[in-house]
């Protein structure tokens, strides 16, 4: 029965990240996708918030928390690497700036292939990262499905338009199972983090990777400063789990499922909260440069 619930979440992991994928590049243009990036201030914030504040918040939990060695490992390995796949698909649902998350994931997604191979061995002894095994799974899972999408959109705008509906609820009923089979098969690990502090640590670091990002967009749109929250509190799990399996077993790389899964659990919410506060009609970063 585990084997069959595993395969299921495996699938419908991969249904998730390729359809989402597929469905922002049908929606949007290249040019809606780069332009926000021309905000050279919110940029260096998000990369600052991702890449400096992010990690220090990891070591500092595990730290006050005082986890043990591989928990502590897994938190930072997980605080190092951005730009997640998940990141549009919680945009959407919390009606932030769709075309500033796409092109934050993509962006973040970049700089963690030569970010993490470059800080991690420095800050960990022994580790040991392949910057081409981080960026090959990236790019086949991610990058590819969405120059495809934006391919699409731009040859073919009512082949993508007409498609573009059901690959964002392929990626919403996908998610779905993948969350609730991801719980379910890592029910056990997550009841034995509760006596280690592992849990209210991983549930500190979400929330106050959320706040750092919340706090660095100040002054902007509501839907910019949603965004760029958003943006520095979901991680990319895809990289932190190749840094975790080829450095690390056991206690590490369950650690890094489980802030993954539970990160996904809270976020998914507040999302939908934010949406609930969002004013009608808001100001985009393109439209306020």
């Known amino acids: ?30 040019e809606q996708i780069f332009a926000p990036l021309k905000n050279v201030k919110l940029v260096l914030l998000a990369l600052v918030g991702s890449f400096v504040l992010v990690p220090l918040l990891a070591w500092g939990v595990g730290e006050v928390f005082g986890l043990s060695q591989d928990l502590a490992v897994g938190m930072f390995i997980v605080g190092t690497a951005a730009g997640a796949p998940f990141l549009p698909k919680l945009v959407s649902t919390a009606k932030g700036d769709v ?25 960990l002894q022994g580790v040991e990262v392949s910057a081409w095994d981080i960026a090959s799974s990236l790019i086949t899972m991610m990058l590819l499905p969405l120059a495809i999408g934006l391919f699409m959109k731009a040859r073919w705008p009512g082949t993508a338009n007409e498609l573009q509906p059901h690959m964002s609820q392929a990626s919403s009923i996908a998610i779905l199972v993948m969350l609730v089979g991801g719980v379910i098969l890592n029910w056990s690990n997550i009841v034995d983090l509760i006596g280690t502090g ?4 991983a549930l500190v670091f979400i929330l106050g990777s959320l706040a750092i990002g ?12 949603s965004t760029l929250g958003l943006g520095t509190a979901q991680r990319n799990v895809s990289a932190a789990m190749v ?20 990160g996904l659990v809270i976020l998914l919410p507040v999302a939908g909260e934010i949406a609930k506060k969002m004013p009608d009609a808001e100001t985009s970063v393109a439209d306020s440069t």
Not at 99 to 123: D, R, S
Not at 198 to 201: C, E, N, V
Request: glycine residues 8%; aromatic residues 4%; charged residues 5%.
């Open 1 to 30: 029965m585990d084997d069959l619930l595993l395969t299921i979440t495996k699938v419908s992991a991969l249904v998730f990240v390729l359809s989402s994928m597929l469905a922002m590049g049908m929606s949007l243009t290249v």
């Open 214 to 225: 919340l706090l660095l967009g100040t002054g902007n749109p509501t839907a910019v400063r």
């Open 198 to 201: 592992g849990l209210l640590a």
């Open 99 to 123: 075309p500033l998350g796409v092109g934050l994931m993509v962006l973040l997604m970049v700089v963690t292939v030569v970010y993490v191979p470059v800080v991690l061995p420095l800050a």
């Open 243 to 262: 840094v975790a399996v080829q450095s690390f077993s056991g206690e590490t790389i369950t650690y890094v499922i489980v802030v993954a899964l539970l």
